[in-house]
């Protein structure tokens, strides 16, 4: 059974970068078969799709991040990351990490999802 | 990319059916078979129950459904169960080669 797991600092300071991990077990990031990718949402908001990478390492960023953004993937340690530089305290979310199937379009095994708040 | 249009709020009694609405435009919705909806219970991760406008995935009741007509799609749910009272987002492909959410619908069994 696939399973997905965030990881990283619950609490960011103003300006500074975002950095959290997805480890995962049950499957290789390293398939042609899928995606793997950052979706958040904000305390009683909606949920907003940040971007996914593929195997071969392309990524695919919600151009209203995209500017702030780097997904990427750790073979190695089956693990693919998200780092979102500058934030504000309007990047206070819960981060999930998700695996979507190629040539499909649906999200199909979710992290459990980590708070990160932005304060000082 | 602007998030797709969802009602905020939908409502019906057990045994009712209800649908939801996920409107975009030719760039996403209507350009692509590739709309997926996500139910969400308080504090849990989303769960895929609608994927490619009208699929079920295994494991999922088939009291839901999903359609397609232009830049619109439907989730529809038949005889509503109070286990059904929940968020629910839309999502779909884009011509940017991303993906955009709905603002998503809480729905309430009354």
């Known amino acids: ?120 | 990319q602007s998030a797709l249009t969802q009602p905020a709020s939908v409502s019906g009694s057990p045994g009712q059916s209800i649908a939801i609405s996920c409107t975009g435009t030719s760039s996403d919705v209507g350009g692509y078979n590739f709309v997926s909806w996500y139910q969400q219970h308080p504090g849990k991760a989303p769960k895929v129950m609608i994927y490619d406008v009208s699929n079920r995935p295994s494991g999922v009741s088939n009291r839901f459904s999903g359609s397609k007509s232009g830049n619109t799609a439907s989730l529809t749910i038949s005889g509503l169960q109070a286990e059904d009272e929940a968020d629910y987002y839309c999502n779909s492909y884009t011509s940017s080669s991303t993906w955009v959410f709905g603002g998503g619908t809480k729905l309430t069994v009354l």
């Open chain 1, 1 to 120: 059974q696939l399973q997905l797991q965030e990881s990283g600092p619950g609490l960011v300071k103003p300006s500074e970068t975002l950095s959290l991990t997805c480890t995962v077990s049950g499957g290789s990031i390293s398939s042609s078969s899928y995606y793997w990718g950052w979706i958040r949402q904000p305390p009683g908001k909606g949920l907003e799709y940040i971007g996914l990478i593929y195997y071969t390492g392309s990524t695919y960023y919600n151009p209203s991040l995209k500017s702030r953004v780097t997904i990427s993937l750790d073979t190695s340690k089956n693990q693919f990351s998200l780092k979102l530089y500058s934030v504000t305290a309007a990047d206070t979310a819960t981060h999930y990490c998700a695996r979507k199937k190629s040539g499909s379009g649906w999200f199909d095994y979710w992290g459990q999802g980590t708070l990160v708040t932005v304060s000082s």
